[in-house]
DNA sequence: CGCGAATCTGACCGATCGGTCAACATCTGA
DNA sequence: TCAGATGTTGACCGATCGGTCAGATTCGCG
């Protein structure tokens, strides 16, 4: 059974993601879990602590996709690449609310720790894409697969198949993987057998 | 000579995407532009009307590149389709700052009659290219093309030669022209003819 | 049972929000 | 010159914001 803090964290997360940080009420999130708003405070002592409790699960897994692709071989683009594609993109769906908070609305939170945590590890492994030849257009590249995706995922006006995530994972991994590829050969790196069917 | 109103033109656009629209109040705006919030409010007669000022001229350029490519042309994809992404990509740069806004912020800023309308225009072109073959992938193609634009342009911490306009215009042009070409042929379809130098 | 800890709430606080208004300054043309 | 349009301002308004606090309620456990 969910307890009061899940039920804040799963409502707030929604909240954020479709109304905004800025735009979403202590009260409206309270309302929303049928609590009132000085138990929100109780669980969580401020609106930032709920919006680190928000994010933090998402950058945590963040992290630990890191660790295990290694970030050395996304540097000279072998195989690394393909299969840090894949985690990245499961990434992206899983936590899409919560990429989509802090890709887009991390120019208007500064100062708060948790957006200059996520802000840090995109910068990091935007680098490394970044040291590979074609400086400016690698980071184009990266900079735009991530943008795009987020924006993709979480309410963009271009009416997706919604309860198809199986589709939508097969094209974001075609996609992100052809924006991500090292040189400008190799199109669909990802073949059919790594997905269900079309 | 600038008028009183083209200085507050100014400052909401650059506030706007910076801090958020929620995150910018009529006193901020009133204080960079060294006047008090009521001369604000004496200009614009409310806050919607100031934001609807500073992204409608973005619009209106949005619906003339439209016309002139011809939107027919972009569904088989031939030249227009080339065509297209140059004056899109030149669009995209002119008017970063409102397309950040109207982009990323979009979701925030329901029932605001000029956020509808961008909204109206994006879903507009992304029917276009859906309509070609492999739906869905066609429709995240073009969602990150533009998602991934409107982030990369406007605050990303993706360090990015800030000054080089030309060389992220190239970039940009090569990258969304692979995004949206016809089918997964036709690798950098925008020669280096069509650019200033690498 | 009983008692302390954990949970929850309504009332309240200062600050800031977008917006109104009457008064004042400045400019313009007859 | 002077009257009306235009521009600007400080004072003020109700509403809502994030946050505090004392007290009520419920829960776990000896």
Known sequence: ?????????????????????????????A??????????LYHFTSKEVLLEAVLSPALDQLDGIL??????GLQRGGDARTEFVERFVD???????????????????????VVERANAEIELISRYFEENAGSVEEK?????????AAYLLAGAPVSLPEPDLGALRHALINVLGDLLAPSSA???VVSASHTTAD
């Open 1 to 29: 059974m969910p307890t009061t803090a899940d039920d804040l964290r799963r409502v707030a997360l929604e909240e954020f993601a479709a109304a905004g940080y800025l735009g979403t009420s202590l009260q409206q999130i």
């Open 31 to 40: 309302d929303r879990a049928g609590v009132s708003k000085a138990t929100v």
């Open 67 to 72: 660790g295990q692709v290694g970030l050395a």
């Open 91 to 113: 990434f992206l769906i899983e936590h899409r609310s919560a990429v989509y908070i802090f890709v887009n609305q991390a120019t208007s939170l500064v100062d708060i720790p």
């Open 140 to 148: 184009v590249r990266f900079g735009v697969a991530l943008g795009g």
């Open 186 to 188: 190799a199109h669909s």
